[in-house]
């Protein structure tokens, strides 16, 4: 069956940088783009990124733009977030989601704490 | 960017009730692009319904959507027990370039 399996996450300070992995399993990863969504804690869902299946589009929220970066590894079936200069705004979990539409399959989730 | 707003904020009803949803859209969503998704407390959300109104396999039948343009609304038609939860309405009008999230519905238990 589909699972994706986030880690990464912790408590970081303001201004650091923090990676997060999803490694996906039970489908051909390499046929599918692949999200990054986010949900501050109380709060609503928000778009992170996307990146297609070949790896060779990436998208992002504004809020993220230039700050973060999504990344595939399809000979490890792993998608990545680099996050850099992060911000307090930017507490949340970080769930991973497959599909380019609707997201028919989550991750569980990685909490991100940026605190000094 | 396209917006969507849901409404109400909360919804309190029993067991048994209808409950009914509402996503609008700050400009018309082509082709219905359109899905729900049901969050429960310490969850990832799950997918319930697609291009408006097509349910997941597996989703039970008294959850339906409808609705296009610019309007849409998810019901359900008897609450159950697990039912209680957040819901978000989203679009992929702009994928897959990007994707945008309703700020969510949630049903509560009166």
Same mark, same amino acid.
């Given at each position: 069956q589909v699972q994706l399996?986030?880690?990464?996450?912790?408590?970081?300070?303001p201004g650091r940088s923090l990676r997060l992995?999803?490694?996906?399993?039970?489908?051909?990863?390499?046929?599918?783009?692949?999200?990054?969504?986010?949900?501050?804690p109380?709060?609503?869902?928000?778009?992170?990124?996307?990146?297609?299946?070949?790896?060779?589009?990436q998208y992002y929220a504004d809020s993220v733009k230039d700050r973060f970066s999504i990344f595939r590894d399809n000979s490890k079936n792993t998608l990545y977030l680099q996050m850099d200069s992060l911000r307090a705004e930017d507490t949340a979990v970080?769930?991973?989601?497959?599909g380019t539409s609707n997201l028919r399959y989550w991750g569980q989730g990685t909490l991100v704490t940026v605190s000094s | 960017?396209?917006?969507?707003? *849901?409404?109400?904020?909360?919804?309190?009803?029993?067991?048994?009730?209808?409950?009914?949803?509402?996503?609008?859209?700050? *400009?018309?969503?082509?082709n219905n692009y359109l899905a729900w998704y049901q969050q429960k407390v310490g969850q990832a959300p799950r997918l319930l319904i697609y291009d408006a109104s097509t349910r997941v396999i597996g989703i039970p039948d008294r959850f339906s959507g409808s609705g296009s343009g610019t309007d849409f609304t998810l019901t359900i038609s008897r609450l159950e027990a697990e039912d209680f939860a957040v819901y978000y309405c989203q *679009?992929?009008?702009?994928?897959?370039?990007?994707?945008?999230?309703?700020?969510?519905?949630?049903?509560?238990?009166?």
């Open positions: 399996v986030e880690s990464g996450g912790g408590v970081v300070q992995s999803c490694e996906a399993s039970g489908f051909t990863f390499s046929s599918y783009g692949m999200h990054w969504v986010r949900q501050a109380g709060k609503g869902l928000e778009w992170v990124a996307i990146i297609w299946d070949d790896g060779r589009n970080y769930y991973c989601a497959r | 960017e396209i917006v969507l707003t *849901q409404s109400p904020g909360t919804l309190s009803l029993s067991p048994g009730e209808r409950a009914t949803l509402s996503c609008r859209a700050s *400009q018309s969503v082509r *679009q992929y009008v702009t994928s897959p370039r990007a994707l945008t999230f309703g700020g969510g519905t949630k049903v509560e238990i009166k």
